[in-house]
């Protein structure tokens, strides 16, 4: 049992720890909040991507805005590329799994959307291509990432890496930021647009 709680103990400060970087965050989630409220009054489009567990952390941003988080309030517009299991399934046998995001970004996004994109690695090839994509089209691109931003942090046009090399804390900290996120938008529909 000392084993087990050892343990334990061990991941919650390695937790903690890595929260306590999300202190000096502040500035750049603020300035997401602004990004995010600017897409929320032109009535764009917020479009998410990432792989494995940063799929799963697409649908469920998505989700927050297309229903609701805290508070009932309108549906804003927002399109997780990780849901669709034929496009999917169709974009990586046609064109390889590298464009399963790029090519949706094509049919569905228009310029002055925003696309974030999440990656605790930042070298998955089918980001990388996503925002380029995206870039070409003239989409603002965000990146959630981690262990230093690989290739996807030099791309963006607003990095947001994690200072951790742990793919479960990078995890626990985008999906907190997700939900502050989220919140800071809600308040500002609250206070009336």
Same mark, same amino acid.
């Not at 500035?27 to 602004?34: E, K, N, T, W, Y």
């Not at 090399?165 to 919140?183: G, K, Y």
């Given at each position: 049992?000392?084993?087990?709680? @050892?343990?334990? &103990? @061990?991941?919650?400060? /390695?937790?903690? /720890? ?15 909040? !602004? ?18 567990? +940063?799929?799963? !952390? ?25 849901? &669709?299991? @034929? ?6 046998n046609d064109f390889g799994f590298e464009k399963l995001f790029s090519r949706q970004i094509e049919a569905v996004g228009r310029k002055g959307d925003v696309l974030?994109?999440? +990656?605790?690695?930042?070298? +998955? ?20 990432? *981690?262990?230093? *931003?690989? /290739? ?10 994690? !200072?951790? +090399? ?16 989220? /919140? ?10």
């Open positions: 049992m000392q084993e087990v709680k @050892s343990t334990i &103990d @061990s991941l919650l400060e /390695e937790h903690e /720890e890595t929260l306590k970087g999300l202190w000096d965050k502040t500035p750049d989630i603020a300035r997401l909040r !602004d990004v995010l409220v600017d897409l929320v009054k032109r009535d764009g489009l917020l479009m998410l991507c990432g792989n494995g567990g +940063s799929a799963a !952390d697409a649908i469920h941003w998505a989700a927050e805005w297309r229903a609701r988080f805290k508070h009932d309030r309108r549906a804003l517009r927002a399109e997780a590329l990780t849901t &669709d299991v @034929s496009t999917m399934t169709a974009i990586g974030i994109v999440i +990656s605790t690695s930042g070298n +998955s090839p089918n980001i990388v291509r996503a925002v380029e994509v995206a870039k070409e089209l003239g989409i603002l691109t965000v990146g959630f990432g *981690g262990k230093g *931003g690989g /290739e996807m942090g030099k791309l963006v046009d607003i990095p947001y890496v994690i !200072d951790s +090399s742990v793919t479960a804390r990078i995890q626990e900290m985008h999906e907190l930021t997700m939900h502050v996120l989220c /919140e800071l938008v809600d308040q500002w529909l609250e206070d009336g647009e």
